[in-house]
Nanobody, 129 residues
Framework: QEKLVESGGGLVQPGESLRLSCAPSGFTLDYYAIGWFRQAPGKERESVSCISGTDGSTYYTDSAKGRFTISRDDDKDTVYLQMSNVQAADPVIYRC??????????????????????WGKGTHVTVPS
């Protein structure tokens, strides 16, 4: 089954760092843009960051700018989300996603709904207040 698999979540104290990983299963990332999203219980899903599959350009939402860094390692076929100075929040699920219909831009990937594209099941990040 072709899917994305996230890892790296866990319990992290405010101010600490955490690195999330997103790797494909059953396909390769190739030139696909990869987006990261997060959702807390009872809240809407929000986009966090995205990295292009063609030129490596990156995009961050305002909440992620300056604290999160997205990168991709083509040798390991993995995309990372480095989270620094993590802030207290409700338990949050981080998911990665891509659109495999071509080398689509981040603007498109960040608009994906869970019913479209390829998504991972997510990894939990908990930051106690």
């Amino acid at each position: 089954q072709e899917k994305l698999v996230e890892s790296g979540g866990g319990l992290v104290q405010p101010g600490e760092s955490l690195r999330l990983s997103c790797a494909p299963s059953g396909f390769t990332l190739d030139y696909y843009a990869i987006g990261w999203f997060r959702q807390a219980p009872g809240k809407e899903r929000e986009s966090v960051s995205c990295i292009s599959g063609t030129d490596g350009s990156t995009y961050y939402t305002d909440s992620a700018k300056g604290r999160f860094t997205i990168s991709r390692d083509d040798d390991k076929d993995t995309v990372y989300l480095q989270m620094s100075n993590v802030q207290a929040a409700d338990p949050v699920i981080y998911r990665c996603a891509t659109a495999r219909s071509g080398p689509l831009p981040c603007d498109y990937v960040l608009q994906l709904s869970p019913h479209h594209g390829s998504w991972g099941k997510g990894t939990h990040v908990t930051v106690p207040s």
